[in-house]
T-cell receptor, first 113, second 116 residues
Framework: GDSVTQMEGPVTLSEEAFLTINCTYT??????LFWYVQYPGEGLQLLLK?????DKGSNKGFEATYRKETTSFHLEKGSDQVSDSAVYFC????????????FGEGTQLTVNP | GAGVSQSPSNKVTEKGKDVELRCDPI?????LYWYRQRLGQGLEFLIY????????KSGLPSDRFSAERTGESVSTLTIQRTQQEDSAVYLC??????????????FGPGTRLTVT
């Protein structure tokens, strides 16, 4: 079945450090890929997405590129801020699976000043 | 406009009791999803409603779990004879019809269920 594997957390970085949170997936066909973010005390929000191979999703300084050859969708940001502290979830969706999202386990990120 | 709302925000119940969790989707969203998030884990799909089609119940973990949806509005997730392993945050999401160019799932704040 479909699955998503994320880099284990927690991850702690200093402000302005380069961030990478790894995500790989297993799925048949061509799923759409997503990163969701859950800020402290808030609901889950879509951060970015990519719907086909080699697409790059970007938002709020975050980027992720859909790499079919490595089945990966790693999240990157060049310079972090304390306000980026949150839990990040990688997810996939196959249109043939009724549009449900399959999530990774989440990565807790803490950015220190 | 208003987002997805869920009630109650927290629920503590005794083992063996039944509970009902409510979800109000975004107005006009035809699709509605329930997920469960256990402590330290990712979200697990439970059930999916789309318009008047039969729901996809393939994620429900046991026959103690059921869900209903009234038309394209409110949904209720019911857990009968609750067990301690049911303790989790239950998240609801809604979206426009799948297949539309920009459809995305918007999540509610969740209901934290604790079974004692």
């Amino acid at each position: 079945g479909d699955s998503v594997t994320q880099m284990e957390g927690p991850v702690t970085l200093s402000e302005e450090a380069f961030l990478t949170i790894n995500c790989t997936y297993t799925a048949t066909g061509y799923p759409s890929l997503f990163w969701y973010v859950q800020y402290p005390g808030e609901g889950l929000q879509l951060l970015l997405k990519a719907t086909k191979a080699d697409d790059k999703g970007s938002n709020k300084g975050f980027e992720a590129t859909y790499r079919k050859e490595t089945t990966s969708f790693h999240l990157e940001k060049g310079s972090d801020q304390v306000s980026d502290s949150a839990v990040y979830f990688c997810a996939l969706r196959r249109e043939t699976s009724g549009s449900r999202l399959t999530f990774g386990e989440g990565t807790q990120l803490t950015v220190n000043p | 406009g208003a987002g997805v709302s869920q009630s109650p925000s927290n629920k503590v119940t005794e083992k063996g009791k039944d509970v009902e969790l409510r979800c109000d989707p975004i107005s006009g969203h035809t699709a509605l999803y329930w997920y469960r998030q256990r402590l330290g884990q990712g979200l697990e799909f439970l059930i999916y409603f789309q318009g008047n089609s039969a729901p996809d119940k393939s994620g429900l973990p046991s026959d103690r779990f059921s869900a209903e949806r009234t038309g394209e509005s409110v949904s209720t997730l019911t857990i009968q004879r609750t067990q301690q392993e049911d303790s989790a945050v239950y998240l609801c999401a809604s979206s426009t019809a799948p297949g539309q160019a920009t459809y995305e799932q918007y999540f509610g704040p969740g209901t934290r269920l604790t079974v004692t």
